[in-house]
């Protein structure tokens, strides 16, 4: 990942200054916020075990393999516990994060999809305002929400803990092939190849799933966390007094001086969930400034893996 992180300073296309940050896009009249986490812990299992959906397995890395030279793990025995270790300093980050935004929309961008932490994402839909997560590892589209039709969903929104959050899961990226589960009922809310469109304005952000034949497979329109808690909204910050500098001719007034300034099926959350950080944010042209994580961040026990369920 140093090299993921370095280009970002070389490209203003890739987005991406560290493994976990904020970002802010200041739209008009609002600011919408995303968070973006690295939950592949859930791909890092014990050196010996599932080489096929394993980041630290010992049959796909070379002997002596060693990221210590950035700050990773010394070999693929310490990798888990390392991955594991990482994930619930992010935790931490990420709760003081959400909780500590003002702004308008507050957004979940990570990897591991839709289920995975319910209960903890859940905790920061009702408590602290999260809107909304992005997330993408199952090959195919789904819109997760308390009144979908398809019986995939349902069953998996059931075994878990979200509540009424709502989340997508967008995995169609790398040309690869969908999932195309035997079982699940493809259709509304759930197909296998498309994208997703999102509209944001200020007090709502509608999302629509559509499909490779243009067809609108799933719609849903959520209302931004300040109406939906029935919060007031912050006032806005007085104006800044003007302080005089110096004088031009041409204009004689004072001018003022500038401010300083895996392909696999969901399991319960025993092994739960980048998302297209372009479905995320398309609506923003200029580049926004964001916020890396601190490497001073808490250290708190990763939590044990809990069983999935949705709104």
């Known amino acids: 990942w140093p090299q993921q992180i370095g280009y970002s300073f070389i490209n203003h296309n890739w987005i991406m200054p560290s ?11 609002y600011v919408a916020e995303y968070f973006v986490i690295d939950s592949n812990a859930y791909d890092a299992k014990g050196a010996g075990d599932d080489p096929n959906h394993n980041m630290c397995s010992q049959q796909h890395n070379p002997g002596g393999a060693s990221c210590s030279g950035n700050d990773g793990p010394a070999n693929v025995w310490a990798c888990r516990g390392w991955f594991w270790d990482s994930f619930g300093k992010q935790k931490a980050w990420l709760e003081d994060k959400v909780k500590q935004s003002s702004s308008r929309w507050k957004i979940v961008v990570t990897h591991f999809p839709c289920g995975y932490e319910g209960s903890f994402y859940r905790g920061l839909y009702e408590k602290h305002g999260l809107d909304l997560i992005v997330t993408g590892h199952r090959h195919q589209q789904e819109l997760w929400w308390k009144g979908t039709p398809s019986k995939y969903i349902q069953n998996f929104m059931h075994r878990n803990d979200m509540g009424d959050l709502p989340c997508f899961v967008t995995g169609g990226g790398g040309g690869i092939v969908s999932e195309n589960f035997g079982y699940a009922d493809y259709g509304t809310d759930l197909e296998r190849f498309g994208f997703f469109h999102l509209t ?26 300040d109406l939906r808690m029935n919060r007031p909204l912050p006032a806005p910050p007085p104006p800044s007094p003007l302080v005089a500098g110096p004088r031009t001719e041409a204009a004689g007034r004072a001018e003022p001086t500038p401010e300083s300034e895996p392909m696999q099926e969901p399991a319960p959350e ?23 994580a601190s490497a001073s961040e808490l250290e708190p026990e990763p939590e044990a893996p809990d069983s999935p369920r949705v709104r």
């Open 200 to 225: 944001m304005t200020k007090d709502s952000l509608n999302m629509e799933l559509v499909a490779t034949d243009n067809s609108v497979k799933g719609n849903l329109t959520i209302k931004a966390h």
């Open 19 to 29: 493994r976990y940050f904020t970002r802010k896009v200041q739209h008009k009249g």
């Open 270 to 292: 025993a092994e739960v969930p980048a998302a297209s950080a372009a479905t995320a944010s398309e609506a923003a042209l200029e580049r926004p400034a964001f916020e890396a």
